[in-house]
C-alpha cells in the first residue's frame, strides 16, 4: 500500500488548487442556468446516487480525520507534521471544493467537463488519503486505521463508478455527434442535388419625366393715364352740353 512520495506532494499541491477553483466558479447570483438536454430517468438516477454517497463520506471522512490523534503516534516529528499537513489538505477540500464540484454537477448532469473534474478531484482525495491510511496503520491505532481504511475503500468505489459513468457519456455524445453529422451530410446533399432556381432580376429603372414648368400667368393691361381738366378735345370730339339753367 505504499505510494510514491512525489505522487503524493503533486496531489497536496493539487487539493488546493481544485478548492480555489471550485470557489472561483460559483453560478452568478440571478443569472439563469443554460438550457440543457433531456437526463434519462435512468442516468439521473444513477447520478444522485453517487453525489450523495460522495455528500456522506465527506461527512465521515471529516468527522474520522478529526478524531485522528497524530499528536500520540510513536514516530518521528517529520513524518507527524508531514501527516498532519496531509489531514489539514483532506480537510479543506472536503468542506469546500467538493461540495461545491457536487453542486456544479447535480445541476449539469450531462457535463463532461463537471465529471471529470469532480474525477480529478476524488483522484487527488484518493492518494492523499492513502497516505494518511498507511500512516494511521503503522503509527497510530487500531480504531484509527480501521475507520480510515473504510473511507478510503468507499472514495476508491465512487471514483470508479464515476470513471464507469464518463466512459457511458463520452459514448453517447460521441453518438450524438455522429447522427448530427449524418444529418448535415443528408442536408448537403439534398441542397446540391435540387435543380437551381433561377430568379429573374429586373434593375431597370422608369426614366423619369422632368417636373413640368408652371404657366407664366400674363401681366394685367395697365389702364390709360386720366386726362387733366381743361384740355382741348382732340378735333371731331363733341363738346359737352352746358348744363341746364332753372327758369
Known amino acids: ?13 493539487l487539493l488546493p488548487l481544485l478548492s480555489a477553483a471550485a470557489s472561483a466558479q460559483p453560478p452568478s447570483p440571478g443569472q439563469p442556468a443554460a438550457p440543457s438536454a433531456p437526463v434519462s430517468y435512468a442516468s439521473s438516477s444513477q447520478l444522485n446516487q453517487l453525489l450523495s454517497q460522495l455528500e456522506q463520506l465527506s461527512q465521515a471522512t471529516l468527522v474520522d480525520l478529526a478524531g485522528t490523534r497524530i499528536d500520540r503516534w510513536k514516530t518521528d516529528s517529520n513524518t507527524k507534521r508531514q ?13 469546500a471544493a467538493l461540495p461545491e464540484i457536487v453542486t456544479q454537477l447535480r ?30 496503520g503503522a503509527f497510530g491505532s487500531k480504531d484509527e486505521f480501521q475507520s480510515l481504511d473504510n473511507d478510503f475503500n468507499t472514495i476508491e468505489t465512487a471514483r470508479r463508478s464515476l470513471a464507469e459513468r464518463m466512459q ?17 451530410r443528408s442536408a448537403q446533399a439534398a441542397a446540391s442535388s435540387a435543380p437551381p432556381t433561377k430568379v429573374i432580376v429586373d434593375d431597370t429603372e422608369p426614366v423619369k419625366k422632368p417636373p ?3 404657366k407664366k400667368k ?5 389702364a390709360p393715364p386720366a386726362k387733366p381738366a381743361g384740355t382741348t378735345p382732340a378735333p371731331g370730339t363733341p363738346s359737352p352740353k352746358p348744363p341746364t339753367q332753372p327758369q
Open 1 to 13: 500500500m505504499k505510494r510514491n512520495s512525489t505522487r503524493i506532494r503533486q496531489c497536496l499541491f
Open 83 to 95: 501527516t498532519q499537513a496531509n489531514v489539514e489538505s483532506l480537510q479543506r477540500n472536503l468542506k
Open 107 to 136: 445541476n449539469s448532469p450531462e457535463n463532461l467537463a463537471a465529471s471529470f473534474k469532480l474525477y480529478r478531484n476524488l483522484d487527488a482525495l484518493y492518494d492523499v488519503l492513502s497516505s494518511v491510511v498507511e500512516a494511521a
Open 168 to 184: 457511458g457519456l463520452a459514448e453517447s455524445k460521441e453518438g450524438e455527434l455522429a447522427q448530427l453529422r449524418a444529418q448535415v
Open 212 to 214: 413640368a414648368k408652371p
Open 218 to 222: 400674363p401681366a394685367a393691361k395697365a
